[in-house]
């Protein structure tokens, strides 16, 4: 174990002059100093305070089976005594990246059914952008090379996957979007519905991907890729019109659907995965965090019988990772799936904590700051606003409100997100009722103290 005896401030003054953190701000972490979490079980973390704090949300939405699962451990150490590392490029394979992706192919929906793995969500979605190009070349078109996404979608951090996502703020920086990439407004009908009706709204939204594939050519079309229910955007729940629309156009159009689960996949909306919950029938799917439960870096894209045959036909695909299928990951992933399974935990977060988590959450509704409270099974999301009747924004800059709240759960001993003015959660879907109760009275606490 690495060793913690050194004092918080310390490990801080280390960590402030040493550390790059990601999607930090590296002056106010440098003067207040980082939360140091030493350790973890369930679904509580430790501080190097001896602090324990309820998380929210499963670390970055990944660790869905909870903390301390001592058979991944075990997973991770038989496979690294066995075979540490072997790759899978040119003609060899082994057990453990044969055996995930038959789980695998018999988890995902339909004819998804062959599975090219990844080292993260991002470079998940840096294969899919390639893949369905080199698709659509095999077919005999290749100038289908255009991609449409939505804006404030995520897709990852690399320049791929940021440019497919649709963060302004990252684009910013470095001169993205990459060439041959599109977007369109997202679903999001409590910030943008306007006097709409959330299904008129739904349809509004879903038809700018019609407008815009006649915009760009549909024989210039790749493929549109979405969250089902966009995660890092703010847990934005589409309404009911939307998917369906959705799946009519990319059908109409004959241009790819990929379905991005990083976050939805493995029980988070109360199915296997979100494709399910949200009834679409995705040509490709992204995945990572709860694939192995965060324990253990991992990404698959997962493909249809038809792309994989065509794949197949062509020359070969000029791509891959290092640590694409790496073997210690694909056993921890064995090995947490099967616990998902055999324990009943996804069916369990389906059928009876998301309905408990539901009902609680929204009955933070009644609080002042509180507008809508959003769920799909195990992710959630209430908008902070001054005026619920208006759906009004707060006069303080976006996102001052909704990061006080955060910083008022993080000194009550809870993590959850704010994007902007929203606070979100995605709690282990291990979380139990008592803990679920926890979990309200805090953010019921915290808001009381933001408001
Ligand atoms: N796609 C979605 C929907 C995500 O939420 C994320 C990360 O949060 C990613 C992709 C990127 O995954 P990673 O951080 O593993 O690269």
């Known amino acids: 174990m690495i060793d913690n005896h050194l004092p918080t401030g ?18 106010a972490l440098a003067k207040k100093g980082a939360r140091i979490i030493t350790s973890a079980k369930g679904v509580w973390l430790t501080d190097s ?9 499963a670390g970055l939405w990944c660790v869905n089976i909870g903390y301390g699962r001592d058979e991944l451990v075990d997973a991770a150490a038989r496979q690294m005594k066995q075979l540490p590392f072997y790759n899978t490029f040119f003609q060899t394979s082994h057990v453990p990246a044969i055996m995930l992706a038959k789980r695998l192919a018999e988890l995902a929906p339909g004819a998804l059914n062959h599975v090219f793995f ?18 659509w070349a095999a077919k005999g078109q290749p100038e289908r090379k255009v991609v449409i996404s939505r804006w404030n979608g995520y897709h990852g951090s690399t320049m791929g996957a940021a440019s497919l996502g649709g963060m302004k703020g990252m684009h910013a920086q470095g001169g993205l979007p990459i060439p041959d990439i599109a977007h369109i407004d997202q679903p999001d009908w409590w910030s943008e519905g306007g006097d709409m009706t959330p299904d008129e709204f739904g349809l509004e939204r879903a038809r700018q991907l019609e407008s815009k594939i006649e915009e760009i050519g549909a024989d210039k079309v790749a493929a549109f890729i979405a969250e089902p229910v966009q995660g890092a955007g703010g847990v934005i729940v589409p309404p009911e019109s939307y998917w ?12 790819l659907l990929i379905a991005d689960e990083v976050i939805t996949g493995f029980g988070r909306t109360g199915n296997w995965f979100g494709s399910q919950t949200m009834s679409i029938t995705p040509d490709i799917m992204t995945c990572a965090k709860g694939i192995t439960s965060g324990y253990i870096p991992l990404g698959a894209s997962i ?11 062509a020359e070969e695909f000029a791509h891959g990772y290092t640590y694409s299928g790496h073997p210690v990951a694909c056993a921890v992933a064995l090995e947490n799936l099967r616990i998902l399974e055999e324990e009943g935990i996804v069916e369990r977060a389906g059928k009876e904590t998301a309905p ?18 959003k769920i799909v099974g195990m992710m959630g999301s209430i908008a902070l ?5 208006t759906r009004a924004k707060f006069a303080a800059p976006a996102g001052t409100v909704g990061y006080i709240c955060r910083e008022r759960c993080f000194a009550n001993n809870l993590v959850m997100r704010h994007v902007g003015d929203r606070m979100i959660i995605s709690p ?8 679920i109760d926890t979990l309200i009275a805090r953010a019921r606490l915290s808001l009381d103290e933001t408001y």
């Open 10 to 27: 310390e490990l801080q003054a280390l960590d402030a002059a040493h550390h790059m953190h990601p999607f930090t701000e590296g002056a």
């Open 49 to 57: 305070e001896g602090e324990e704090i309820l998380d929210a949300m």
């Open 118 to 135: 990844n080292g993260s969500g991002s470079d998940s979605n840096d294969t899919n952008l390639r893949l369905v190009r080199h698709y």
């Open 244 to 255: 369906p629309e959705i799946q009519r156009i990319t059908q109409k159009y004959g241009i």
């Open 303 to 313: 493909v249809s019988t038809e792309i994989f045959d065509t794949l197949n036909a």
């Open 356 to 373: 408990y988590l539901k009902e609680k959450w929204q009955s933070l509704a009644d609080h002042p700051l509180v507008g809508e409270a």
């Open 385 to 389: 606003t001054p005026n619920k009747a």
């Open 428 to 435: 282990p879907l291990v979380i139990s009722k008592d803990e």
